[in-house]
């Protein structure tokens, strides 16, 4: 089954269809400094127009990336909270233009 609106993929190959929030968390918290660094999320169309990623740095702390090229958005923050990150790119996707998203 394919992702109807987005997917994420971690460095370490899991894939997630239309992750949730808690699915979000869950690819976080498996991020780690020997072979699974980042996750990325991506929409499921053919012409992307957006993404969002992930990143653990040494420190220990998350580097999140969020740019959508039709709003001129691009944001790069750091945060250590993984709950607060999983919440907070869910409702940034919840904002994202999805086409075949019903009216």
Do not use: C, Q
Not at 15 to 36: G, K, Q, T, W
Not at 57 to 78: F, G, K, P, Q, S
Request: proline share 5%.
């Amino acid at each position: 089954m394919a992702a109807d609106y987005y997917y994420a993929d971690a460095e370490n190959g899991d894939h997630v269809d239309d992750p949730s929030e808690d699915a979000l968390f869950m690819l976080i918290d498996e991020l780690n400094h020997d072979d699974n660094t980042f996750v990325t999320i991506n929409p499921a169309d053919d012409d992307p127009a957006w993404y969002a990623s992930v990143s653990l740095l040494d420190d220990d702390t998350y580097e999140v990336e969020r740019r959508d090229a039709h709003h001129r958005i691009h944001d790069l923050t750091t945060e250590t909270d993984r709950g607060h990150i999983a919440k907070d790119l869910t409702i940034w996707l919840a904002g994202r233009h999805y086409p075949n998203r019903p009216a």
